[in-house]
Structures are given as C-alpha cells and as structure tokens.
C-alpha cells in the first residue's frame, strides 16, 4: 500500500485463485433453472491417456465423460457437459521435462453454449492446471483449435485443464475436446526480459464517463516506464534484466471493464494482445490505461496472467504524476511494484514458501518508508531470513528456438 489518496497498490490475483476459491463473485443467473435432478459425475478411465475429472465449482451441474461418435479426427474426445452455468475441467497428464517451451492444443466445440448474464462470457479453454495459463476461451459448435505455450519451468508431470466455464464466468453447454496435443519445443533460457508496453489513449464504457489521455501523458509515461531498465537491475544486483520495451500507443478505446475492480478487461481487448504476443517471446506485459478515475482509487494491479505472460495494468489520470514516493525519488515506482507481483506469482509457483509482496512490514520493513528500495532490494535479492524473497529461478525466461515435437503420452 502507498498511503496517498489515489494510491493503493492492490495484488489482484483475477483468475489464479479464483480457480481454487468458489466464492468469486459469482451469483446464479435467473434465465436458466437448475435442472431438478443433479447430473452425475464420475471418471471414465478410457484409453491409454490418463484423465479425470479435474475440478467443478458447482460438482452437481457438470458431467464428465468421453465420446467416440463425436471427434474431430481422433478416436475419441473429452467432454465436459454444464448442464447449468457452471466452471468445470477434466484433467488429462503428460510428463515433461523441466526448464523447456511447451505448446499443448486441442481442437475445441461447445454445443448448447448459453452464458451466465450475469458474469463475463465464460466457454472452453485449454490451460494447465494448478496454474493461471490458459488459451482463449471458445463458445461455438465449430470445430476450433485452441492451443497455449507454456514453460514447465521445474515440472516433472502437467495436467491439461480441458475447462468449460471460467471464474466469474459460467456458462453452460457441452464442451467438447479432441486431438489433444503435447509438443516440446528447443528452448533458451535467459533472465533477460522483454517487455511489451501498451498504452490506451482512451475509455468509452457504458456507464463511464470518458476519459483520454494526451500527447504530454504519453511523454511521460514513456519516460517513467523507460527507468524501470535502471531500477530493476540495480534492485536485484544484476539478477534480473530488461533488455527490451516495445511500445505501442493504442486510440481504439477500451470498452469493456471488469464489475467490481473497473480494471481492464482483458478478454475484451485479446485481438490486440493477442496479435502483438504471435512469435514475439515477451516475458510481461505492461497495459496503462486512463482508468485512474474509474477504477476505484487502484492505481495499479498485478500478479495477473494473460495467455502465458505476466501481465499489469496502471491506471492514470491526464494530466497527473503516477503515485510514487518523493523521498527518495522513485517515478516508476509503480511499474516496478507490479513486475514484482509477476515475480512474486512465478515464485510461488517454484517456491510456496515464497514470501508476499505485501509482508513487507513483518519483515520490518515499514509501510511507505523503507518499504520502498530497501524491502525491494532485500525482496528481490533474496536477503531475507528463511530465504523468503523471491527465488531466483523466477527471473529465468524462456524463449522457444526451432519447432516443436510431439510429446506422447503416458
Ligand atoms: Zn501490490
């Protein structure tokens, strides 16, 4: 937390934990009753792969099985049929080795899809379970295909999640899910990153007013985004680096904001993400946006993931500096605070024990004083007692070199 008005730093974890927690701001929509009698559920050991049902929010209103008359081109496919607004996958295994590129897809159709009206629009996708990578979501009876790269980083086995339904997006329908595919991929490894900026000039919202940014906040947030090169690198003695920041300043206003936090929604803009991640290896994404008005006096949230890459959003006002503490001056302090929700996210993932971001007053490290470069610089060099701070195989990125090759099963 920055203790000025507009500033509170919020870790919003949008997806992750909302795939462990059931509470997450979900209500039952009024347009579809629940059907009388709940569905069974149950595994159906079928072929060689290993799977089963992986998670439901709501066990009674999903149905897991295979079937073999409904296929793309393989012998069978996975279905995971919500019989009512429901967010429910099945989990299919696969050995990996560590610290390599993967790329999992599936051809994907959803029959019968009806979204919740009251959530986002939900839909099947293919991710790994346990974490917060996932592909874009489908909502058709077309045959699509959907695939999502990944690092294993240090696993040993993954679990595909074929999902239907999201958090805070439930939907129903059958999903289907055929030719699932593992590849594996040459990969390099650097703790070099590259990052990609995208800054929204302007909001046109249903039910908020509009806001715009000008040339000069353009300047300025270049500016302040550029010093995170320095910043980081010195925080982490040497341990992480920024080699590249790919800007891009985007007129298409943003249209669609979440309920509840009024942050971006990134689902809504996945065209424009999407068609500047193709081939292009970023390690996190950076969005600042003219929400600073909107979105609830959060200047920035983090620990987010879109796709496979970290993702921020930083939400300013025309015209105003970005919150930062002025003794000692640290403009980008903002950005900086929410790479390191990104860090502390993969770190988590290697390393549970990993401390929050936020701890740093356990540590002693006092709120909006020496929190700032002293808790960082202890943070990210993992000074800590216990070895708490960040471990340092979360700075590792990785960059897929040559083609991939199919991975068998089990
Ligand atoms: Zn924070």
Request: negative net charge; glycine residues 8%; aromatic residues 10%.
């Amino acid at each position: 937390m920055i203790y000025t008005k507009r500033i509170i730093l919020v870790l919003v974890i949008i997806l992750g934990l909302c795939l462990a927690m059931s509470a997450c701001n979900r209500r039952n929509g009024r347009e579809q009753a629940p059907p009388d009698t709940p569905t069974a559920s149950e595994p159906l050991p079928d072929d060689s792969i290993k799977w089963e049902p992986g998670w439901s929010w709501q066990s009674q209103y999903v149905n897991f099985r295979t079937d073999r008359d409904t296929v793309y081109s393989g012998e069978y496919s996975i279905v995971v049929d919500n019989t009512y607004f429901n967010d429910a996958w099945a989990a299919v295994k696969y050995p990996v080795i560590p610290n390599s590129m993967y790329r999992i897809s599936a051809m994907v159709k959803v029959e019968n899809f009806l979204a919740n009206p009251n959530d986002s629009i939900g839909g099947a996708s293919i991710g790994i379970a346990g974490t917060f990578y996932q592909s874009s979501r489908h909502t058709t009876g077309q045959w699509t295909r959907l695939e999502l790269e990944f690092p294993s980083r240090e696993m040993t086995e993954m679990a595909i999640a074929l999902r239907n339904g999201n958090s805070s997006a439930t939907s129903s329908g059958t999903a289907y899910f055929s030719d699932i595919r593992i590849e594996k991929a040459e990969t390099v490894t650097s703790t070099e990153w590259k990052i990609l900026a995208l800054i929204f000039l302007n909001l046109d919202a249903p039910g908020f007013p509009p806001e715009s940014l000008n040339d000069e906040d353009v300047q300025h947030i270049r500016e302040t985004i550029g010093m995170i090169k320095d910043s980081l690198a010195s925080i982490s003695g040497g341990l992480m680096k920024i080699n590249l920041i790919d800007f891009d300043v985007l007129d298409e206003p943003i249209r669609v904001l979440n309920p509840g936090t009024n942050s971006t929604n990134h689902e809504a803009i996945s065209r424009i993400l999407d068609e500047r991640l193709v081939g292009d290896n970023y390690s996190h994404i950076i969005l600042v946006t003219p929400l600073g008005n909107v979105a609830q006096g959060w200047s920035g949230l983090g620990g987010m993931v879109y796709r496979n890459i970290g993702i921020s959003e930083i939400h300013r006002v025309s015209g105003e500096r970005f919150g930062f503490p002025s003794t000692p001056p640290f403009p980008d302090a903002v950005f900086v605070h929410e790479i390191l929700h990104d860090l502390e996210r993969i770190s988590k993932e290697i390393n549970p024990n990993t401390a929050d971001l936020h701890d740093n007053d356990t540590f002693g490290y006092r709120d909006a004083q020496d929190e700032w470069r002293a808790w960082y610089t202890a943070y990210m060099r993992n000074t800590l007692p216990g070895g708490k701070g960040l471990d340092r195989r979360a700075y590792v990125v990785y960059q897929r070199k040559g083609n991939f090759q199919s991975v068998e099963p089990y």
